[in-house]
């Protein structure tokens, strides 16, 4: 059987594949702890879920606009300006079944052939993958451990060139951890209205900070709200990764490309999540705010552990819910690592080459898990990394 030879730019996601390399193993018996998938273990809030309970009872399950319930967009947007402190309208926001078709849909409506888009590396694979499917040119830009695993200003601006598109953005980032600076945003504002490109701002992880850090959008900057699209969604901060449901926020005529690929993909955003939606941005934010705060607990648990094992470091991640140790001391590939831990310790974690080749000599392990599992896991990788030293 043939295809068409575009399907083979695509990548994947690594963490289903070992997702399904561990739950393999457990059906043969083995005790395996998952730290390979990035999902809260948290249920959707109950205000949330009954929301979307009675919108399907009151019929609310048929089509909707392709851009999305007008009083859901009117929501998205109030929220966005509330906590970004920047002025959007309804018809600037597109609503699309999980946040990853606002990813799809960006690149394809600006990247052509030969065009070029810089991505984060390490950063999520489907950047990469998309931009390559598009015809376009994936142009990595390095996140580096000794500068907290952000990039330099310098190392942009090197980077980008005269077939320059799209510039990425995940801050907080996966796999890291790591967050931008408001003074890396301003001078990212400066680059992309001086250069004229676009940016993708992914701020999913957006409500999930810690210490002292503060999240900041490059929309809050001169100029941005012009040519950024901002992404967000429901599945990390209110744990509705089965409800598919995200959003953009970006300038009317891209909204308007945006919602005609809706339109020829997708048609329309379930209509009952929506209201799901509704409530969980206008409802009660305990739920969420409980979450984070306990997964401030698990990064400090994990991140101890991890500093006293020999041969592993590991920064302190200022967001997300992932821990990114070195283990280059071992003298092994990442995936090698993975591969063993998986075999021999029964930890399902990711190899940092899973998001891009800067991220050879590094794990990500996600700590949405209990902390009974947490650690279990950590001794489990403890005793297997002192085999691994003798």
Same mark, same amino acid.
């Given at each position: 059987? %043939?295809?068409?030879?575009?399907?083979?730019?695509?990548?994947?996601?690594?963490?289903? +594949?070992?997702?399904?390399?561990?739950?393999?193993?457990?059906?043969?018996?083995? %005790?395996?702890?998952?730290?390979?998938?990035?999902?809260?273990?948290? #249920?959707?809030?109950?205000?949330?879920?009954?929301?979307?309970?009675?919108?399907?009872?009151?019929?609310?399950?048929?089509?909707?606009?392709?851009?999305?319930?007008?009083?859901?967009?009117?929501?998205?947007?109030?929220?966005?300006?509330?906590?970004?402190?920047?002025?959007?309208?309804?018809?600037?926001?597109?609503?699309?079944?999980?946040?990853?078709?606002?990813?799809?849909?960006?690149?394809?409506?600006?990247?052509?052939?030969?065009? +070029?888009?810089?991505? =984060?590396?390490?950063?999520?694979? *489907?950047?990469?993958?998309? *931009?390559?499917?598009?015809?376009?040119?994936?142009?990595?830009?390095?996140?580096? &451990?000794?500068?907290?695993?952000?990039?330099?200003?310098? #190392?942009?601006?090197?980077?980008?060139? =005269?077939?320059?598109?799209?510039?990425?953005?995940?801050?907080?980032?996966?796999?890291?951890?790591?967050?931008?600076?408001?003074?890396?945003?301003r001078g990212i504002a400066e680059l992309a209205n001086r250069y004229n490109f676009w940016v993708l701002s992914d701020e999913i992880y957006s409500r999930i900070v810690y210490d002292d850090y503060k999240f900041c959008s490059p929309t809050q900057f001169p100029g941005m709200p012009a040519r950024?699209?901002?992404? #967000?969604?429901? %599945? !990390?901060?209110?744990?509705?990764?089965?409800?598919?449901?995200?959003?953009?926020?970006?300038?009317? &005529?891209?909204?308007?490309?945006?919602?005609?690929?809706?339109?020829?993909?997708?048609?329309?955003?379930?209509?009952?999540?929506?209201?799901?939606? *509704?409530?969980?941005?206008?409802?009660?934010? #305990?739920?969420? &705010?409980?979450?984070?705060?306990?997964?401030?607990?698990?990064?400090?648990?994990?991140?101890?552990?991890?500093?006293?094992?020999?041969?592993?470091?590991?920064?302190?991640?200022?967001?997300?819910?992932?821990?990114?140790?070195? *283990? !280059?001391?071992?003298?092994?590939?990442?995936?090698?690592?993975?591969?063993?831990?998986?075999?021999?310790?029964?930890?399902?974690?990711?190899?940092?080459?899973?998001?891009?080749?800067?991220? +050879?000599?590094?794990?990500?392990?996600?700590?949405?898990?209990?902390?009974?599992?947490?650690?279990?896991?950590?001794?489990?990788?403890?005793?297997?990394?002192?085999?691994?030293?003798?």
């Open positions: 059987m %043939s295809f068409a030879e575009r399907m083979g730019l695509l990548g994947t996601e690594s963490a289903f +594949e070992v997702l399904a390399r561990a739950k393999a193993l457990e059906a043969q018996g083995r %005790s395996i702890i998952h730290l390979e998938i990035g999902e809260p273990d948290f #249920d959707t809030p109950l205000h949330v879920a009954d929301a979307g309970i009675r919108a399907i009872r009151d019929g609310k399950t048929h089509y909707g606009p392709a851009a999305g319930l007008p009083e859901f967009r009117e929501a998205i947007a109030a929220y966005i300006n509330r906590t970004r402190g920047v002025q959007y309208v309804a018809d600037q926001v597109v609503v699309t079944p999980g946040a990853k078709p606002i990813i799809f849909y960006t690149i394809m409506a600006l990247i052509g052939q030969d065009d +070029e888009a810089i991505f =984060p590396d390490p950063g999520f694979p *489907i950047y990469e993958s998309v *931009i390559k499917f598009a015809g376009g040119r994936a142009i990595p830009l390095p996140l580096r &451990e000794d500068h907290n695993f952000r990039f330099s200003l310098a #190392d942009l601006e090197a980077r980008i060139s =005269p077939r320059t598109r799209l510039l990425i953005l995940n801050s907080p980032n996966n796999p890291c951890g790591s967050m931008l600076t408001s003074d890396d945003m950024t699209v901002l992404l #967000d969604g429901f %599945s !990390k901060t209110y744990a509705m990764t089965g409800w598919r449901l995200g959003y953009g926020l970006m300038p009317r &005529e891209m909204a308007q490309k945006m919602a005609q690929l809706m339109v020829n993909t997708n048609s329309c955003t379930a209509t009952f999540t929506q209201y799901a939606g *509704i409530a969980a941005l206008n409802g009660p934010q #305990d739920d969420s &705010e409980a979450m984070v705060s306990e997964f401030w607990a698990r990064r400090d648990l994990v991140l101890d552990w991890l500093n006293t094992i020999p041969g592993v470091t590991c920064k302190t991640p200022a967001g997300a819910f992932y821990a990114y140790p070195n *283990i !280059k001391s071992f003298g092994q590939s990442s995936k090698a690592i993975a591969d063993y831990l998986l075999h021999e310790a029964g930890v399902a974690t990711l190899s940092g080459t899973a998001f891009g080749a800067e991220g +050879e000599g590094y794990l990500r392990l996600s700590y949405a898990n209990s902390r009974q599992n947490l650690k279990e896991a950590l001794r489990r990788m403890q005793l297997a990394f002192e085999k691994l030293k003798k």
